[in-house]
């Protein structure tokens, strides 16, 4: 199979990036699509270019490491597909393949395909856990959990924190992102106790990231890796809306701050 692939380029934070032009003959069908860019960084290195920087880890679609936008979809064609376990046999000879990275004012390009997401990390930090101790594992039937509610955690649970969601959004928007992460905890008994400390830090920190509003254009859910519902951030915006309830409940004043509510 022959590709040509048009690959973003781009040497650091401040520079100018474009896109460059290879010819890549000899694609196995089933090579992954990470295996196919060794493939032209192999290419390069021989011809005493610089390879193409990007960021892969487990190759596994567990990590979410493997943040690239391919012809236009964050993570290539194939749905519900991370694009470490996206193989060449959807492509066809002589395609033509467009490669760049997450686009996101929250998301600065670092070099070529690969993105700082560290404003991931800083949300999470904002109350992503639970601060009490648990202590070790507990038997599985000593914390009462309806079967339902189990699964449903455990499906925002699924999360990898990739970024696709940001990415495919218009807005760069990181609801999906966040609502996954909070309503996984909130689902949970042991999540009740900071059930909404949380969702206002979280929803808070994901503010000053300055990534963007969700207008429900439903781009993130169809971008997800892992098939994620956008019904989680409906769950994450009632949590945040009973959480400033509370803070104004607390404070004994009137509801301000409500209408700053974005959802």
Known sequence: MKLILHVWRQKGPNQPGKFEKYELDDVNEHMSFLEMLD??????????????????????GICGACSMVINGIAHGPQR???T????????KDGDVIYIEPWRAKAFPIIKDL??????????????????????????????????DVAELAM????CIGCGA???????G???LFVAAKVSHLNLLPQGQPERFTRVKAMVEAMEREQFGSCSNHRECEAACPKGISISFIARMNRDYRKALWKTVEHQGGKAEGISQFRG
């Open 39 to 60: 493939v032209l960084n192999q290419k390069l290195i021989a011809q005493g270019q610089k390879p193409v920087a990007f960021d892969h880890d487990c190759r596994e």
């Open 80 to 82: 519900a597909t991370t």
């Open 84 to 91: 470490c376990q996206l193989h060449m046999r959807h492509f």
């Open 114 to 147: 690969i993105v700082d997401r560290s404003a991931f990390d800083r949300i999470i930090s904002a109350g992503g856990f639970i601060s009490v101790r648990t202590g070790s594992a507990p038997e599985a039937n000593s914390v009462p959990v309806p079967k």
């Open 155 to 158: 499906d925002a649970a699924e």
């Open 165 to 171: 969601c940001v990415a495919a959004c218009p807005n």
């Open 173 to 175: 928007a990181a609801m």
